[in-house]
Nanobody, 125 residues
Framework: QGQLVQSGGGSVQAGDSMRLSCALS????????MGWFRQAPGKEREFVAVILWSPGRSYVEDSVKGRFTISRDIRANLGYLQMNSLTSEDTAVYYC??????????????????WGQGTQVTVSS
């Protein structure tokens, strides 16, 4: 059984950067697509980015494109979300998730079968 454990998060000032990490245990990360989602108070969980099992393929939501970067270290079984130029609108609980091979709709939370515990990111303006 796979498990995702997140690290990083906390409180920063607007304009700061932060990196979130996600460790996958029990499964080979290279076999899964790793996605990042976030959920602000009173809002639905929204897709942020995904990196696929095929090398070099990743997608970042338009709302954060140019500021957020998704990457992974297959040997270490780790995924990362690098967030730059943070604003108060980025304040949310961030989740990493893993989707099995064959998944085609990466924005749908229902397609992910492993989830991290979530980590709070608070950006003060």
């Amino acid at each position: 059984q796979g498990q995702l454990v997140q690290s990083g998060g906390g409180s920063v000032q607007a304009g700061d950067s932060m990196r979130l990490s996600c460790a996958l245990s029990g499964r080979a990360l290279s076999s899964y697509a790793m996605g990042w989602f976030r959920q602000a108070p009173g809002k639905e969980r929204e897709f942020v980015a995904v990196i696929l099992w095929s090398p070099g393929r990743s997608y970042v939501e338009d709302s954060v494109k140019g500021r957020f970067t998704i990457s992974r270290d297959i040997r270490a079984n780790l995924g990362y979300l690098q967030m730059n130029s943070l604003t108060s609108e980025d304040t949310a609980v961030y989740y990493c998730a893993a989707a099995p091979p064959g998944t085609s709709t990466f924005r749908d939370v229902n397609n992910y079968n492993y989830w991290g515990q979530g980590t709070q990111v608070t950006v003060s303006s």
